[in-house]
């Protein structure tokens, strides 16, 4: 049953977003989206339309030896029974030397607290986000950011 | 020996007597350490603890309270910069002794035909009520005097609760003095012989008990110094010894809030044979006392606005009701004609 | 000091008040919030305070040494933070539990269920002054902590769930003291409690229609948990992507639909109730058989077999030292106590993990101290507190 809304909201999903991105299934009640940054915001307001009402996670990975940094936005539903068993991983690439990225804050209000604690922890600046500052680290903390890579732990 | 005895028969005289041994100074301290201890645990025996037992363990801890006061006197008095120091520093005394002030005109048993009141008056009532007022001012006074904003919204809390339960009090005070026909609190004592005030007028007994209660910050109105929002309402920055002084003033105020009750309502110490008057309004006193700090173990705080809402939908009516009640059995012909 | 609120149009008649971390009202975390007479016009959360950096330890930790790592997120809830990572771990080696040990796992996580939503009403209690209310759930919590060392040797901070299974089996005569635990429970719950807090006037008095949270408001904010159950949201996902044993175990989702503060109370007097539910079925179904997957089982020493056999201990194999699963991206969700959970790992087929992310409910729920405050009496901020259950250090991880 589960695999089969899942193939659905597949086929619904390459429909209505086309050439603009790549969908593809992982595994079972995983769907990716991974887009370009400029489509970004067009491939939400797709999503929340078609059911996908919150997000749960804002995912920053950094990968030093591509130069690249990794968000991703992990999406479901909860009004939605269906689109609620699946989990959408939109997924994004911007530059680890200048990261800005732009914020989803005005088609999911819930990734508020979350995009924030990626400003602070990993560097991000999101734009259009109503309040870029730090969440969980002091004020005056200047350093690299902690979830970086070349951050390293002393023992 | 004629030191001795002009020593003896000034302080057995019933104006030194009252306001110093009983129901006096001395007597207040004894009770308020047994009171506090018994709050403790009477709280703890309802939680499934033990409470205070470190203290003279043998007699269950009965002493903690004397221990507290001790660490009290030895703990650093802080006093902050930018405190208004004279204010800060007074305020907790001069509350302490207002707070005393009503027993000069509470009378407490009967010897042989006389009267145990300090000051005989004939609108002794209306006294200790007055005196009793000015207690919430130097409570405020501390709040403000502490520049601190957790104290300061404290004292206005204890601001507004005191425009809500001050009238209800007045009324239901007048409505007993108008069943029995007189300010004079000795009067009033002595025309319940037969019959309490509490059980011909119980609207006025209960809207008299609850505006006491809310008076002298006892659960469910312990709002001034609810300490789990603000760290202790007007209290917050006293330490070492003001603290011990300022945490006895509500206490204080119950006692001699208790004393009017009982002999407004309860009959003073009547059934009472003559040296034993005394034995007996004690009694009574700590029987109501131990039932207000009792209410701490069940109910919550109640919120500021509602119990405003109590004071001036409830309270406010019923004493009107209450007053009422006493003119008509005032026009049906008195106690005895009824 | 950046942290601050933006400028107010009346500064002169506003307190600006910082109700900080030295505050019996505010647990580990602090907030700013200006006053105008009883209302608070705005309110801030400040977290931080209790930060430990999980995610960035868990990237020079090795995969066995993970689990007491995300266990000390919530210490409360450490099973549900357990099965949370041991279900990632495993969609990436690619096996399963066998059905003892699921059983188990899900034994343990009901456990911790009900001890949490007591620690919740204790917490709840005291904020709105009723000290009674405080001891109670504190001291009713005992049973169920002593039920749980029976099973796994601690009180608190369990460790028992490991990829492939658990550590430990059920001792004789468990059954027995578990059923008493919980008709103790039981007991407390439907007659003490209702008649001291939930039934008391004060008690409905603060709670009733304070702080409500419309089901839209809950769906757009992203709130977890019995919050949202009582916003008339029907979301648990126990039920919506069914894990350990759940599938084959019957039980109700609580929800409420007016949203206020009681609401949410009373969902979790009535998950309480569905935990007792799912508990006597578990021990009435507890299926017989291995509490390991055998690819493990056959990887220990013979020693350690033959205790195992006797005792029903299981000792680490040494393999654990040096797993390396697949490399690969898993998302996990379960239902912890306060509500939903997500893992989520990217393995590179190392040592250790190349990132682990972990979002907890209290990070969630976090944004309801500003929506729900802001325009609120001040009285009303520890009522709207005690009933959002938010845990300090499980939102700062």
Redesign the interface.
Known sequence: MSVNTADKIFEDLKLMIGPEAQVSI??P??LVITANIDKLEFIANLLKNYGF?????V?A??YPMKNVIEI?Y?ISS??N?DL??T?L?LKTFIDRNKPTSKSLYKV???V???ER?AYD?MGILFEGHPEN????????YKGIR??RKD?K?TK | MEIINLILSMLLHPSIFVPLIFPGLITILIVIILLIWAERKIAAKIQMRIGPLYVTRRLGGILQLLADLLRYMFAELIISKESDKLMFIASPIIALTVTLLPLAVIPAGSLLGIELVALKTSIGLLAALTLSSLTPIFIIVMGWASNNKFALIGSLREGYLMISYEVPMYLSALSVAILHGSLDIVNIVNNQQRIWTALINPFAAFSFFTSMIMSTSRFPFEITESDSELVAGPYTEYSSILYGLVMGVPYMRLYVFTLLFVNLFLGGWYPAINGFSSIILILKVLVILLFSVFLRSVYPRYRLDQAIRIGWHSLFVLSLISIILSLLIIGCGGISGC | MKMVLPKSQNSEKEIELFIGPQHPASGHMRFIGRVDGDIFTKFIPDPGWVHRGIEKIAENRKWIQIIPLVERAAILDAANMNIGYVIALEKLLDIEAPPRAQYLRTLLCEINRITSHLYGFGIAGIMIGSSTFYMWPFADREPLIDIAQLITGSRLTYSYMIPGGVRRDLPQGFKEKALKALKYIERRLNNDYFRLFFDNPVTKARYKGVGVLKKDDAIKLGIVGPNLRASNVKYDVRKVEPYAAYSELEFDIAYREEGDCYARLMVRVEEIRQSIKIIRQILNKMPQGPIIHKKYERLISLKKLEEYQKTGVFGLPAIFATLRPPAGEVISRVEAARGELIFHIISTGDLRPYRLRMVTPSFRNMVLFRELISGARVMDFPAIYGSIDYFPPESDR
């Open positions: 992982p595994s009640n995983r009402d919150h997000v749960k996670s995912t990975i950094d991703s992990l909860f009004s029974l609620s068993k989990i991983i999911w209000p819930s508020e607290f979350l604690e922890l500052a730090p969440l969980i680290l002091p004020e005056d902690p979830l951050f732990l």
